[in-house]
């Protein structure tokens, strides 16, 4: 096996994405052999949109705080080629969410001609945020623009927060509000990649939401948002529904899928991970549905920031390795950087992020999850295909509960360019002594991941 290099982020030594010498991590010996990994790259799987982060109002907010260069340091950090964990997607909301400064819209007060339309408040914070990671990655961002609620007076319940749903006779003016945004940040050079119908549209929140059924999103998606984003110049803009947890995610998509029209105009369903593992859900849609878009689009620690927990990063990977595994086609974080506190949040819904900001100090605290993201988005490029590995166990290592399950998670994929990134993390509290080798090899190499650690190996072709 052709071991080109290897990356290391471990919480008991100082590797944080650190490239390490192959002959560092290369046992002689297989000596507490936990498992080998095989790789057969004859049988592949979905092809990578890429990786991405939330750029909200909050997290504008927070960078608007710092100097420039602290905020182009932060930005660089997920949008980079050269020096950062090379995102290639984004996130962003139409009108306020949880994470902005308070309930705002692009179009305050009654107004069926659309006339007062403004982007005041997305160009405060919003849109330099989406213009200099465009910049940061070269050009070539894919957006993702999702509303977490109509204005106020398009809804039954007179309000953006706590549910209510979008009056039927404002589904044609919606539309047209979709398509408003999206050719007002076109004048501003930033290109919309997708849109989803509404982000979590089965919750009531104390915050913007706003509720529809699986039909609704599919008949408003067919007869209005399709046909409107139709007429659009350029590339078609694609359209996910569902944008909720993992729980329903085959129920909703299926459901949607079943109005006529519906293959035509939902490309996909986006998905968050509030809910738990349910990765079945993923793979029944991979499965029924070859060829749609599978984004996950919001997932974070929630409850406030944990600034230097090791738990995030391992939460994280755990459920980037099985969502990749399940069929996911791209994998989008929630806000980009929040303060200290994990806000700002108008309605006190904090949460933590990958890059904690102390606005008084400037300084900027990279977090487990910022590197244990960095493992994927840096080496799993967009394009790349998901390759079959097995895991065969031996033996339970030396972990605090003893269980065979905490083994080794793992996913692999091939390059454009021919490489494979192979992902491994170890979450137990032992070395974990592993091979790896290609299916039709007789050969394997032994090799080592510390304690709560994380490596991409690649390989040459």
């Not at 932060?74 to 080629?81: E, L, R």
């Not at 406030?304 to 791209?330: K, M, Q, V």
Request: with cysteine; glycine share 8%.
């Amino acid at each position: 096996m052709n071991i080109k290099s290897i990356y290391e982020t471990a919480k008991d030594n100082n590797n944080r994405l650190q490239a390490l010498k192959v002959q560092e991590r290369i046992k002689s010996d297989k000596k507490h052999l936990a498992c080998t990994i095989r790789v057969n790259p004859s049988n592949t799987f979905q092809c990578i949109d890429g990786f991405g982060g939330a750029l909200t109002e909050s997290s504008g907010y927070v960078l608007s705080l710092i100097p420039a260069e602290k905020r182009k340091e932060v930005i660089d950090a997920y949008f980079s080629a050269e020096t950062g964990n090379r995102y290639t997607m984004a996130r962003t909301h139409v009108n306020s969410c949880d994470f902005s400064l308070e309930n705002w819209a692009c179009v305050e007060k009654i107004d069926e001609s659309l006339n007062s339309f403004s982007m005041e408040r997305t160009d405060k914070y919003i849109t330099p945020l989406v213009q200099q990671a465009r910049d940061s990655m070269g050009g070539g961002l894919k957006l993702m623009v999702t509303p977490w609620s109509p204005p106020g007076w398009m809804k039954d319940n007179g309000e953006m927060n706590h549910g209510g749903k979008l009056l039927k006779k404002y589904y044609p003016l919606w539309a047209a509000y979709f398509i408003r945004f999206i050719d007002e940040l076109k004048k501003r050079g930033i290109d919309t990649w997708v849109v989803s119908v509404q982000n979590e549209p089965a919750a009531i929140q104390t915050w913007d939401s706003c509720e529809w059924t699986a039909t609704e999103e599919a008949e408003f998606a067919v007869n209005h948002l399709g046909p409107a984003l139709e007429k659009q110049p350029g590339n078609r803009i694609k359209i996910l529904v569902w944008d909720h947890n993992r729980d329903f995610l085959w129920e909703r998509f299926s459901q949607s899928m079943s109005v006529a029209g519906a293959d035509k105009y939902i490309d996909g369903a986006a998905y968050h991970w509030y809910s738990g593992d349910q990765y079945e859900n993923v793979a029944k849609i991979a499965k029924a549905y070859p060829g749609k878009t599978l984004l996950f689009t919001e997932g974070c620690i929630e409850g406030g920031s944990r600034l230097g927990a090791w738990f995030p990063g391992e939460r994280y990977a755990h459920n980037i390795i099985n969502d990749l595994n399940n069929g996911c086609t791209g994998w989008v974080d929630w806000n980009i950087a929040l303060d200290m506190q994990g806000g700002p949040n108008h309605v006190g819904n904090l949460c933590d992020a990958p890059i904690l900001v102390d606005t008084d100090s400037g300084k900027i605290h990279y977090q487990s999850s910022y590197y244990y993201i960095g493992h994927f988005s840096r080496f799993i490029k967009p394009e790349a295909r998901r390759v079959d590995i097995t895991v065969n166990s031996y033996m339970t290592p030396a972990t605090v509960d003893g269980r065979m399950g905490n083994m080794m998670e793992c996913c692999a994929f091939k390059n454009s360019d021919g490489s494979f990134a192979i992902v491994v993390m170890n979450r137990t509290e032992a070395d974990m002594i592993y091979e790896l080798c290609f299916t039709d090899e007789s050969e394997a190499t032994v090799l080592k991941c510390p304690p709560r650690g994380i490596q991409t190996v690649i390989l040459n072709s």
